[in-house]
């Protein structure tokens, strides 16, 4: 799995961090907007997505997600696609599709 941090757009004052990444188990990349820390609490998430199977499939589906947020720098685009293709060839991320698949399906 993949973790980057993106610094907000100017004009997001409420926002704290935008974490993207790739998720090999669950075959999607992420978004994760965290809201400005206060004080003796944990920070809020404002928006997630990227939590279920190939739920945002391309960097291009991430760069919408985040675009109310933060911008994708276009280095940063190019290792997310690294990322997904990188993350698809090892055995222990095959394994690790293959249980997400059955648990989603013993859920069901």
Known sequence: MSR????PLPHR??????????DPGLDTFFVMVFGVVEADHDPEVLHWLGGQPRQIATVEELEAEISPYAKLPMELGRHLRNDQRDGDAGPSQRLSRFISKLLIA???
Do not use: P
């Open 4 to 7: 980057y941090s993106l610094k």
């Open 13 to 22: 004052s409420d926002v704290f961090e935008v974490a993207v990444g790739w």
């Open 106 to 108: 013993a859920a069901r």
